[in-house]
């Protein structure tokens, strides 16, 4: 049974950094508040009408194409993992299929819908498809445009400071050689706490789940009975009690990370027949840097031993770990021989881990 490898790796974020000072303009919030709470100091922002989750996309993944050094059409599989697509359907994965010019392979595309842990169940994904035989040559991204979809005015500053636009890919492939393979993946979910953090608006729930479960605060007129057709799942009360944005309850989604952070990093690592000793780079999910701080301390690592740029991009979700894999593969901090583990925790909630061996020179 071959392994699979990442043999390519690009990321792209677009021009326009949004610093802390900007985002004072629009709303109540500090550089200060922003830097204590989450190590953010700046995110990057697309260019409106300009700039696409898929494109973001296409750029990052030409880059791992080419590092690859194959052809973009060899590859047999696209897997894209995002929690903003351009459309509510078809998928990103089909319009990052068209725009890469290779629709007319008709190879499968996949959307991956698992938040911040995406890019790792995307990798857990890819890695069974090759294990299996299926694929030879697998395109994996997590690309997402958050800033088209958040409340900046004050009432949304708890959340929309946090996120920022951005895309990370990476080719994987099958391989022989032991040396430089994903030896372990594990992914976990638990849907109890599926509104924690949740964009529910629009959607076919009509109430249902807020109802069952009491979660107050988040009603929205429907009016079924004259709308019997239509209505439930978007309607102009959605949007005149600003329900279309995310809701997050940041200190529970917080304390859950700082629990399954460790857990899944130690599971994988087991998995692989390793223990914390063994790991020299932790790529962390970048939602928040005191989450990540918490969990370096917990695990007893030293600082060169886990990599945190969220400080120039905010949270970029599904991007987060293709792109800081990728800063610091480039910065030399990322070696090849070295036992690489990628590990996020986010909405669902979901968490997933992945123990590899770095391949590339
Ligand atoms: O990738 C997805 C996974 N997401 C996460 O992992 C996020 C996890 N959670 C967090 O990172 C943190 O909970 C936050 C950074 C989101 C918030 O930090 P916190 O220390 O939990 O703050 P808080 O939500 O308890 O808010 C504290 C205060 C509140 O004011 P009062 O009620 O104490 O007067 C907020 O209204 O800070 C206020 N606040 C702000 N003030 C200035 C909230 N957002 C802002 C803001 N600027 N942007």
């Known amino acids: 049974m ?35 709470r989450s190590g953010i100091e700046e995110r990057r922002y697309i260019t409106r009408g300009k700039e696409t989750t898929t494109s973001l996309a296409v750029e990052a993944s030409l880059k791992a194409i080419a590092d690859a050094g194959i052809d973009k059409d060899d590859i047999d599989f ?21 725009e890469l010019g290779i629709a007319g392979t008709e190879i499968a595309a996949l959307d991956i819908r698992a938040q911040c842990s995406g890019f790792v169940y995307g990798l857990a994904t890819a890695d069974n498809f090759i294990k299996a035989g299926t694929y ?9 445009v958050h800033s088209v979809g958040l409340d900046f005015t004050t009432r949304g500053r708890g959340v929309s400071v946090l996120f920022g636009d951005g ?26 706490y599926a509104e924690k ?16 479960y009491g979660i107050e605060d988040f009603d929205v007129d429907y009016d079924l009975e004259n709308n019997e057709y239509g209505g439930v799942f978007w309607n102009q009360d959605m949007l005149d009690k600003a329900r279309v944005f995310p809701h997050m309850e940041g200190q529970t989604v917080f304390k859950m990370a700082v629990k399954k952070f460790p857990e899944v990093i130690m599971e994988t690592l087991a998995k692989a027949g390793m223990g914390i000793e063994d790991l020299d780079m932790l790529i962390p999910h970048q939602a928040n840097l005191r989450i990540n701080q918490f969990v370096q301390k917990l695990l007893r690592l030293p600082d060169e031993k886990v990599h945190n740029n969220i400080q120039k991009y905010g949270n970029t979700t599904a991007a987060t ?8 593969w480039q910065e030399g901090k990322v070696k090849k021989g070295d036992t690489v583990v990628l590990a996020a925790f986010g909405a669902g909630f979901t968490w997933a881990a992945a123990v590899i061996k770095w391949g590339k020179d």
């Not at 994987?172 to 109890?192: F, N």
């Not at 953090?197 to 069952?212: D, I, S």
């Not at 770990?321 to 610091?328: M, S």
Request: glycine share 8%.
């Open 167 to 192: 895309a990370g890919a990476v080719i994987v492939e099958a391989t022989e050689d032991k040396d430089k393979a994903v030896l372990a993946t594990s992914m976990h979910s638990d849907g109890t």
């Open 136 to 144: 030879k040559k697998i395109l994996l991204v997590g690309a997402e």
């Open 321 to 328: 770990i293709p792109i800081c894999l990728n800063e610091a």
């Open 2 to 36: 071959p392994y699979s490898t990442i043999t390519g790796i690009g990321h792209y974020v677009p021009e326009n950094v949004v610093t802390n000072h900007d985002l004072t303009k629009v709303m109540e919030t500090s550089d200060e508040w922003i830097r204590e």
């Open 78 to 98: 696209i897997i894209f993992a995002t929690l903003s697509p351009d459309y509510y359907f078809p998928g990103a994965g089909v319009l990052l299929q068209r």
């Open 197 to 212: 953090l949740a964009y529910m608006y629009p959607g076919a729930h009509g109430g249902y789940f807020l109802e069952k």
